[in-house]
């Protein structure tokens, strides 16, 4: 046993063994020993990994108390493993530690993408200065009622909280209630039709529109397009490779019909000259050589000049006029300062899975095709319209018509 007043130190297999009360000195750097001020530390053991902190106080006596309550907090945590200690390291820790350990494994696990990325800078614009164990639940329902009031959806505000919560659970904090809204009613309804989809794509930039028609030709997703290589076309079929899709599972697909014409202009648009030389790129859809990221304000000119969308006001999402003015809001915006507001690329995802069910393919091929693991994510995008609705009641007249030609009596004019 070392030091004055010190626990009795326990066995070697104990997670949480007292070693022994230090003494240090801190003061000016002109400073002697004797006119510093002794601080005392403690050391300990937690989940067998050795902890040393200040106690903050000259005082043994106070500094043995704060070591007791250090080791009753150590073995809380052994009687509980699901309660976890805290150290004075984590008690400094701020959101956006949280959030930048985040963003590491995101990176790592091949996860990080745009939208992570913006839903991570909304929490740290709300949240980064917090201490990450001063946050409270009152904090964060705040913060949901204030994007709320602005106009964001439920289905925004909880890609964003969701991404707070899992820094919590990286960095093994306790985290502050999280409210999860409700997104029933949010689906997206967003659908082409064959003539919508080729206005948009004949407004497109020419590196653009093999991508967006090979999209909605076979419903796959956009960042699995990205990633197509002509190392993955073997004759007449192309192979989504597993790591590149968002389910991790590969899938292949026949290159048939306008597929297969589709795939021929690209071979023929496989020579990138740079410089000098002309080099053959390996990615089938690239811009010059380069992968094909993002092109929203392509996209939302095309949309906007084939008809399926608008500019809003970026503050009240209301129209503007031809002078780009809001009558609502009563401000004046800049070309690139309005929103867009219309049909989105991965409603070719939900084009093609109708189009598909429709067309009398089963649900298990067109599952395979379109990469859903689950049915029930293919019957959501399989929605009803009214032209549904009226071809069903033609075919049940259709139905009662026959039944009456064969001499067939409904049951109920027999009860009568």
């Avoid at 397009?225 to 991790?248: C, M, P, Q, Y």
């Avoid at 690139?336 to 507001?341: G, K, N, Q, T, V």
């Avoid at 689950?374 to 071809?391: C, E, F, G, P, W």
């Amino acid at each position: 046993m070392r030091g004055t007043g010190e626990f009795k130190q326990k066995s070697p297999e104990s997670t949480a063994s007292t070693r022994a009360l230090r003494k240090r000195y801190c003061g000016p750097t002109n400073s002697t020993k004797a006119d510093a001020v002794r601080i005392r530390w403690v050391e300990f053991y937690v989940d067998g990994k050795k902890q040393r902190e200040s106690a903050k106080t000259n005082d043994e006596e106070t500094a043995q108390k704060y070591l007791r309550r250090r080791l009753k907090e150590v073995h809380a945590h052994e009687l509980d493993p699901a309660k976890p200690f805290m150290t004075q390291i984590d008690r400094r820790r701020t959101i956006a530690d949280l959030l930048d350990a985040l963003k590491r494994d995101l990176e790592i696990r091949g996860k990080w993408s745009p939208q992570a990325r913006t839903n991570i800078e909304h929490v740290r614009t709300a949240f980064g200065m917090v201490r990450a164990v001063s946050l409270t639940d009152e904090d964060v329902d705040q913060y949901i009622e204030q994007r709320l009031a602005v106009g964001y959806a439920k289905a925004s505000i909880n890609r964003a909280t969701q991404l707070l919560h899992q820094a919590y659970v990286l960095a093994k904090l306790p985290a502050p209630r999280i409210r999860r809204l409700s997104e029933q009613g949010n689906e997206r309804r967003g659908f082409f039709s064959e003539l919508e989809i080729r206005r948009v794509i004949a407004n497109l930039p020419e590196c653009l529109r093999d991508f967006v028609l090979f999209g909605y030709l076979t419903g796959m997703r956009r960042g699995e397009i990205s990633s197509l290589e002509w190392a993955d076309v073997d004759g007449d079929t192309i192979a989504l490779r597993a790591e590149n899709a968002k389910t991790g599972e590969g899938r292949t697909l026949p290159l048939v019909g306008e597929l297969a014409e589709l795939i021929a202009r690209r071979r023929e648009a496989r020579q990138v000259k740079v410089k000098d030389t002309v080099m053959l790129a390996n990615l089938i859809f690239h811009r010059k050589g380069f992968p094909i990221t993002e092109f929203r304000k392509s996209w939302a000119t095309a949309c906007c000049a084939a008809g399926v969308g608008k500019l809003v006001c970026p503050q009240c999402s209301g129209d503007v006029d031809e002078n780009r003015s809001c009558a609502k809001c009563s401000a004046t915006w800049k070309r690139e300062e309005l929103s867009y507001a219309g049909r989105l690329f991965h409603d070719l995802r939900r084009s093609a899975v109708r189009d598909l069910i429709r067309a009398g393919v089963s649900t298990h091929v067109a599952m395979s095709i379109s990469g859903h693991k689950t049915d029930s994510m293919l019957r959501r995008y399989d929605i009803v319209d009214t032209r549904d609705q009226r071809a069903a009641l033609e075919r049940r007249a259709e139905y009662l018509k026959a039944a009456r030609s064969e001499g067939v009596i409904p049951m109920a004019v027999v009860a009568r």
